[in-house]
């Protein structure tokens, strides 16, 4: 087992993003562009990657690498190995199995022969029963390859007693609970499949006139210059056949759509477009709606980068606070550089950031954030800031107090390491060192996504968990381990 190191080495405080997942039909060299969807995707998960291809002649063929897309899939001899005109990729963050000593068994797509044919299936997501079926299966006979709960899918549609492969896919998936967005393919089908409640977000393109593909973000359509059609349906599965076009069904019961309201926070690439909005639009709003909530009087408003940048120049806008670059990332500290000596390691964000500071010196700084999860950055942050000279720190949280965690395909620290798990929004100034200290509330998020009344307590259109303690699908695994649900009088 090969002990990889972590995607943000300098930085645990941020939620690390999920996966991302891509697949294509009726195209020539249909790897190549899943390996181009895959680039667009990397955000999602940097620590491995994987495509499966199938050709009439050559059958299914697969590559599963650790790293990077462009440090594998770049490759002329690597893509001579997965040629066809269907095939489905997967960039892991690992959320379930084993975190930071991924194993090559564990990286997706998974691969399953049946008796009608070959299937592969990529997920994102978590399936919050995954332990209950996995033991339930190990009992019946079956024999597990990998840690991860996506492997529990091929096994369910092994025991179906379907005759095709995608209604054996339904058989298996309405056995799971959670959070799922998939891609499968057979020999001639691209299958994409939405849980019922559509936290995870999956999205259909168009190449041509019978080229098809389906993505996690619509940036991963701009790329290979596919037309954007419209999003996978909650509790939709669509189908296409190479050269007979799609078919759309609903097998799951239909239910209240939630989808993941951090997708607009924070996961999603601000170039992209979510349920109808564009991800930068909305960020940019919730900059907008932070400034009427936590006005504070300062000379510059300045994003720790790059994920608060939008909200920093929509509080900037509303405030009329001057927007200032006062804080600087190094575009070029990648993933590789990992083994300093430790006391290159103590220096830790200022590998990554560096304060700007000429602009900074004898200034009231508002700095605006996506998120604070943990609470270590934003001290490393503000003691930048301060030794630079700056005469008042002010953070601006562009997200509510992450309090509960995430069972469905985020990896988010257990409960007691969330500082705002354990401390109030006072506590968290005090303990951060900082002037003050404000989080966009939860109705102002929702305003800034679309809803102008705020979130309706007994309808919210979102999953909201990591903020509320809201679950829409209780986390079964976790509840058997003893984890405690909100109640209703909390």
Not at 41 to 61: K, M, T
Not at 129 to 156: K, M, Y
Not at 355 to 362: D, E, K, S, T, Y
Request: net charge neutral.
């Amino acid at each position: 087992m090969r002990q990889l190191p972590p995607a943000h080495p300098f930085d645990d405080d941020k939620l690390r993003e999920e996966c991302g997942v891509f697949g294509a039909i009726g195209v020539a060299d249909a790897a190549s562009f899943v390996a181009l969807g895959l680039h667009a995707l990397q955000h999602r998960g940097q620590e491995a990657g994987g495509i499966v291809s199938y050709d009439p002649d050559q059958g299914f063929n697969n590559a599963r690498r650790f790293g990077y897309v462009r440090d594998n899939f770049t490759s002329q001899k690597l893509m001579e190995t997965l040629p066809g005109s269907v095939a489905i990729g997967h960039v892991r963050y690992s959320t379930s199995g084993s975190k930071g000593n991924t194993a090559i068994r564990d990286v997706q797509p998974f691969f399953g022969e049946f008796a009608m044919g070959g299937a592969a299936v990529a997920h994102n997501g978590n399936f919050t029963n995954a332990l209950e079926i996995r033991r339930d299966l190990i009992e019946r006979g079956s024999i597990f390859q990998s840690s991860s709960d996506t492997e529990c899918v091929i096994h369910l549609m092994a025991r179906s007693y379907q005759k095709n492969i995608p209604e054996r896919m339904k058989d298996a998936l309405r056995r799971v609970e959670g959070a799922f967005s998939i891609v499968a393919m057979t020999r001639t089908k691209l299958i994409g499949v939405r849980d019922s409640l559509g936290v995870r977000p999956l999205v259909l393109g168009q190449i041509g006139d019978e080229g098809y593909v389906l993505a996690s973000e619509t940036c991963a359509l701009d790329i290979i210059g596919a037309d954007f059609v419209r999003e996978i349906e909650p509790g939709e599965m669509v189908v296409i056949t190479q050269g007979k076009g799609l078919e759309s069904s609903r097998p799951f019961e239909e239910t209240k759509a939630r989808p993941c309201i951090f997708e607009h926070v924070y996961f999603s690439r601000p170039d992209s477009i979510l349920g109808g909005r564009s991800v930068y639009e909305t960020r940019r709003q919730i900059g907008v709606e932070l400034a009427k909530e936590a006005a504070v009087d300062a000379d510059l408003v300045c994003p720790v980068p790059d994920s608060g940048t939008p909200a920093a120049i929509g509080y900037s806008q509303q405030s009329g606070i001057p927007y200032a670059m006062g804080i600087i990332r190094n575009q070029y500290m990648g993933r590789t550089f990992i083994e300093p000596t430790e006391q290159i390691r103590n220096m830790g964000v200022r590998l990554k950031l560096n304060v700007n500071r000429a602009l900074i010196r004898g200034k009231r700084v508002i700095l605006v954030d996506d998120s604070v999860v943990r609470g270590t950055t934003s001290r490393k942050i503000k003691d930048m800031i301060l030794d630079a000279g700056a005469a008042e720190v002010h953070f601006r949280i562009a997200s509510p107090p992450t309090a509960w965690p995430c069972f469905y395909g985020v990896d988010t620290p257990e409960q007691s390491k969330l500082l705002a798990a354990t401390m109030s929004e006072d506590e968290m100034r005090e303990h951060l060192g900082v002037d003050s200290l404000r989080f966009i509330s939860l109705d102002g998020l929702y305003r800034a996504v679309g809803n102008s009344k705020g979130r309706d307590p007994k309808s919210p259109s979102y999953c909201d968990a990591c903020f509320s303690g809201e679950y829409p699908v209780a986390p079964s695994d976790m509840v058997n381990k003893g984890f405690t649900l909100k109640t209703a009088a909390e």
